[in-house]
């Protein structure tokens, strides 16, 4: 995979969203107010070049510190300083001068608009294959998020590795990518432009999961899936049968997570406070949290919640000292069983204390 190729895409081919060829950057739906609203507050220049293909949003954001992987002209970073405040920080990387020009010019536009003192934005010229080259501080990260970008990289071992290394622990990276319903043969993988429109490089969704977990992020977790669709006839016909999906993952840096779903009769009972969640904490496709209910959860998913920033929105029941099995009816992560299950709305609906909350 040539990097002066995905360059010169971003900075030359393509000018405007209006110029992909597939559906990537349409706004998926369900999109919330709040980002609606954040999204209102970002300069014009920056949302013509967005280039994403998912929503980058995890949840309890204020004051956080986030590294934003490929930020292009730098509409999540934009989006995200509002949602983590003046006390937060996001750091935007990416390599192409064209896309990272356009989101330095606008810093102190958007410190303005948000009311802020200080601008809690930066931008950094650099490779996401080589974060430690950016004199970034390891550990020093609560999230780092990416938005179509990972499967324009020719080692996307070393990007997680990076991202890993920069995560505190208990922190995690949040990303939305394109990921193929199997291996790609090499003639698609090499082609300019369908590597450009973030089809050619990606990844068969369970050599990911393979990848991430070598990484050392254990059990990651799939929040949401939706098809991607491929106008042009002549990309159809390139591709194939395969299939793509834009899927978002969480993968939590915490140590020693179980390769299964093991049951340990543990439960845990959201107490809201979550800004914007009131209602409910989405962990990912098979855990919608509702506020106040006692929810049955894995030893993984219970780890998830008492060891990160979660942890003061819960109440923790139980222990780790009986092992009864596996968790019941564990689900799929699968960005295509998902996707089909979201579309059908037979995905996790919660149930009670008795039950398993998985698919
Ligand atoms: C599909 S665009 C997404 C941009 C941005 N995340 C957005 O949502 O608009 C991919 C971006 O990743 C950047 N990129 C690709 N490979 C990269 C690499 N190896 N290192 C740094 N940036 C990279 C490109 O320059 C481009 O801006």
């Not at 496709?285 to 998913?301: E, L, S």
């Amino acid at each position: 995979m040539n990097i002066d190729t995905v360059r010169d895409y971003y900075g030359k081919v393509l000018e405007t969203t209006a110029d992909l060829k597939t559906d990537a950057c349409c706004t998926p739906a369900g999109m919330p107010d709040f980002l609606k609203q954040a999204l209102a507050n970002v300069h014009d220049e920056v949302l013509i070049k967005y280039y994403g293909c998912g929503l980058v949003l995890p949840e309890a954001l204020s004051g956080m510190r986030i590294l934003d992987l490929g930020c292009g002209s730098g509409r999540d970073v934009y989006a995200l300083a509002q949602l983590v405040g003046e006390k937060g920080e996001v750091v935007g990387v990416d390599m192409t001068p064209e896309q990272l020009e356009v989101a330095k010019r606008h810093v102190e536009w958007h410190r303005e608009k948000f009311g802020f003192e200080k601008a809690n934005t930066r931008f950094l010229d650099g490779y996401i294959e080589r974060l430690s080259d950016l004199d970034l501080e390891p550990g020093s990260f609560d999230i780092v998020v990416s938005n179509c970008v990972i499967n324009l990289s020719a080692d996307k071992h070393a990007v997680l590795k990076g991202a890993y290394d920069l995560l505190r622990p208990g922190g995690e990276i949040y990303f939305a990518d394109v990921y193929a319903d199997r291996r790609l043969d090499d003639d698609v993988r090499k082609d300019p432009v369908l590597l450009g429109e973030c089809l050619g490089g990606a990844l068969y969704w369970n050599d990911f999961l393979s990848l991430a977990k070598d990484t050392g992020f254990g059990d990651p977790r799939l929040v949401t899936a939706r098809p991607l669709e491929v106008g042009e006839p002549a990309l159809q016909e390139k591709l194939g049968a395969a299939r793509f999906t834009s899927a978002t993952y969480r993968l939590f840096k915490i140590d020693g997570l179980e390769a299964g779903c093991e049951n340990y009769g543990q439960s845990v009972i959201y107490r809201g406070g979550i800004e914007n969640h009131s209602a409910q904490l989405e962990l990912d496709a098979h855990h919608k949290i509702p506020r106040d209910g006692v929810f049955p959860v894995c030893g993984n998913t219970w780890r998830m919640l008492k060891e990160t920033r979660f942890a003061r929105y819960f109440e923790f029941v139980g222990d780790f000292k009986t092992h009864y099995g596996s968790f019941p009816g564990c689900g799929s992560s699968n960005p295509f069983v998902v996707m089909e299950q979201l579309a059908e709305g037979t995905c996790c609906q919660p149930t009670d204390a008795s039950g398993s909350n998985c698919c």
